[in-house]
């Protein structure tokens, strides 16, 4: 096993993820990816939005300021990430995407040949999961290589 990606969204399981991610990394001498995916444009939130509201730029503009909160949000949440791994002795690559978390997880998985995906079981959860579905269950189901759900 040479390459980790470890999806990462801030939650409390995610910080597990990052723990066991590492003593994974470091016993089998791994690459570690880190991702956080941005749920904007491609998830139902967005269609909701766009459909309820239509196109003005009122709303356009609401939904620009959102996602670029979002992106700094995760870029910020990444680069803390790799201190921890730093820290640990252990280089770490980040990286944000856009669009819909599982589709985007294994995608990127599968795209950059990783041997593992490891993610915590929930996210940040309340009405998010209940309009997009659990991540890590999708991601257990669309992913074409092993994926470990830490609790």
């Known amino acids: 096993m040479k ?9 409390e399981n995610s ?26 444009e491609t998830s139902p939130l967005y269609a909701y939005d766009r459909a309820s509201y239509g196109e003005s730029s009122e709303q356009v503009g609401m939904l620009v300021n959102m996602s670029e909160k979002m992106e700094k949000e995760a870029k910020e949440l990444l680069q803390k990430v790799e201190e921890i791994f730093l820290k ?11 669009g819909h978390p599982a589709d985007n997880i294994c995608k990127y998985a599968e795209d950059g040949g990783f041997d593992l995906i490891v993610m915590g079981r929930k996210g940040l959860g309340g009405l998010k999961r209940f309009l997009l579905g659990s991540v890590s269950s999708s991601v257990a189901q669309c992913a074409k290589t092993s994926v470990l759900i830490v609790k």
């Open 15 to 40: 910080f597990k993820a990052v723990d066991e991610a590492a003593k994974l990394a470091k016993a089998l001498k791994a690459d570690i990816t880190v991702l956080s995916v941005i749920p904007v």
């Open 3 to 11: 390459k980790i990606l470890l999806a990462m969204d801030g939650s």
């Open 88 to 98: 640990k002795g252990i280089n770490a690559k980040a990286t944000v995407s856009k």
